[in-house]
């Protein structure tokens, strides 16, 4: 999940995404006065959670989350 201040923040974290990640793809995205937020599905290239870190700190993203799922949160 991507909280971006613009879209030229929005554009600069999904290029690290896409190098970072054997696929990505956009769930959804939702455009607001404060800013941008994206839910993307990624494919890990390995155990590699470091990215998120990169695309923490790059101007205008103001965070970046990571989250394992499943397919199997609800029983």
């Keep these: 999940v991507l ?3 613009d879209e030229q923040a929005e554009q600069r974290a999904t290029e690290l995404v896409s190098a970072r990640c ?9 455009v607001c006065q404060d800013g941008v937020e994206l839910t993307m599905e990624v ?33």
């Design 3 to 5: 909280a971006c201040q």
């Design 22 to 30: 054997r696929r990505q793809a956009v769930k959804s995205k939702t």
């Design 43 to 75: 494919c890990l290239q390995q155990a590699d959670t470091g990215f998120v870190n990169s695309v923490a700190e790059l101007p205008g993203v103001r965070s970046a989350v990571l989250v394992s799922y499943n397919g199997e949160y609800m029983s």
